[in-house]
């Protein structure tokens, strides 16, 4: 008979470590470094986004490696090889080439990238690097990757479950951006009072298209402010629950993509949409395989709670 302690050790331990198909983080791994290679087109002519000296360089310190290569000329070919590593690494990691190392690479390079120069720079960026950091710690060539091909002779894909808690962390981590970007605005008149939309549209430094707003659509732009607040306050409280998730789910997509269509805020619209696939029910996700045998060779702990 089960103690209370025990039980709630067991679903602690479910929850955390539930065996789900491995499609998920190969679908993660794929888009994730589809984005990757987005961010790196729009940091192009790579003069003046990767070199040391070249449109918006930061200061150095004197002893430190950048003075370094700045004295001897090395500049540009420093960041020729800079870019030139995160094109390849995020390359081997759409094709799962080596695929943790490929993970571990990019992530390594958009971490240092960080240091290299940070203007240019999205917030994008920093939601690329909090889920790449969870895919490190799992498999994510196991299938859909040029791994799983070099590793099976029949063309039969290892489908053995893989632990789900690098999941649930991504999951946590869009909550948390989520929640954090609202807390973020209610500290703003703008958001509060309902004019930052309007603002946003009219700025040339966002809008994507110089055209006035009509007058017929000011008296809405409020009500996409403020809807735009509520959604990303709710957001980390009704993803969690099955009933609620694919509808908020659905209207993220259409914000993002409002966004996207509305605003040059470089690839975040691409990059939170690609992270709404860590909510997906993996199982789900495995079926999309088609020389994947049936499930009967995942292993299980318990009732999958996606």
């Given amino acids: 008979m089960k103690t209370p302690a025990s039980a709630l050790s067991g679903r602690w331990e479910a929850y955390w470590f539930e065996l789900v198909p491995p499609h998920v ?7 994730f470094a ?7 087109a729009g940091l192009t002519p790579v003069e003046m986004f990767w070199s040391l000296d070249g449109l918006s360089p930061l200061p150095s310190n004197p002893s430190g490696p950048r003075a370094w290569l700045m004295a001897r000329g090395l500049s ?8 030139g590593y995160s094109a390849v690494a995020a390359s081997a990691m759409l094709v799962g080439l080596r695929s943790d190392a490929a993970v571990l690479c990019t992530f390594l390079g958009l971490s240092l990238q960080t240091y290299w120069n940070r203007l240019p720079l999205s917030s994008a960026h920093q939601v690329e690097l909090v889920v790449l950091f969870c895919l490190i710690w799992t498999e994510t060539g196991r299938v859909w990757s040029l791994d799983a091909r070099r590793h099976t002779r029949d063309g039969a894909q290892d489908a053995t479950g893989l632990p789900i808690w690098p999941l649930r962390l991504i999951r946590a981590q869009v909550a948390l951006i989520y929640l954090s970007s609202a807390l973020w605005k209610l500290s703003y008149p703008a958001w509060r009072d ?27 732009l409020p009500f996409f402010t403020w809807g735009t607040l509520l959604f990303e306050l709710l957001f980390p409280v009704l993803v969690w629950f099955r009933a609620t998730r694919g509808p908020v789910l659905v209207m993220g997509l259409g914000l993002h993509l409002g966004l996207w269509l509305t605003l040059e805020i470089g690839p975040f ?3 939170m949409i690609a992270s709404y696939v860590a909510f997906l029910d993996p199982r789900r996700v495995a079926r999309l395989s088609v020389t994947t045998p049936s499930s009967d060779r995942l292993p299980s702990t318990g009732t999958l709670r996606p």
Avoid: M, Q
């Avoid at 983080?25 to 888009?31: D, Q, V």
């Fill in 25 to 31: 983080f190969a679908l993660l791994r794929i888009l």
């Fill in 76 to 83: 540009a070919a420093a960041g020729w090889a800079f870019f």
């Fill in 34 to 40: 589809a984005v990757a290679l987005l961010s790196l």
């Fill in 269 to 271: 619209s691409w990059v």
């Fill in 194 to 220: 309902g004019t930052a939309v309007y603002w946003a549209l009219n700025l040339n430094g966002f809008h994507r298209f110089p055209w006035p707003i009509p007058v017929a659509l000011e008296p809405l």
